[in-house]
């Protein structure tokens, strides 16, 4: 009938064609009625103009909130650097301080 028409007219418009698929529409004579789909065939008059009214589409979710902004940490606040020793057990010796780095701004722990 007149759906199956409709449907396949819009089966590849982008955007509104799956909405036509759900039957998201009113088709309209001409004196302002809404036909239905199941007096379609009762109703309709040779020569008359149907207009189809699509629904109105639902807004589109909003973007996800922007991440917040790294944290920087505390002043005065110290890095720690681990190192893992190597398999044979023998712990190598520690890396000098970062330039500029007195003996409380810097951490190194060996495990």
């Not at 979710?61 to 720690?80: H, I, K, N, Q, T």
């Not at 893992?84 to 010796?93: E, K, Q």
Request: no cysteine; aromatic share 6%.
């Amino acid at each position: 009938g007149m759906e199956d028409l409709i449907r396949q007219a819009f089966l590849h418009v982008e955007v509104i064609g799956p909405h036509v698929a759900e039957g998201h529409y009113d088709l309209v004579g001409p004196n302002g009625e809404i036909i239905l789909p199941q007096v379609w065939e009762t109703m309709i008059e040779p020569d008359w103009v149907v207009t189809m009214h699509m629904w109105p589409m639902p807004e589109p979710p909003p973007p996800p909130p922007p991440p917040p902004p790294p944290v920087a940490p505390p002043e005065g606040a110290a890095d720690a650097v681990i190192e893992v020793p190597p398999a044979d057990g023998a712990v190598p010796p520690p890396p000098p301080p970062p330039p500029g780095a007195g003996p409380r701004e810097w951490l190194q722990i060996h495990v």
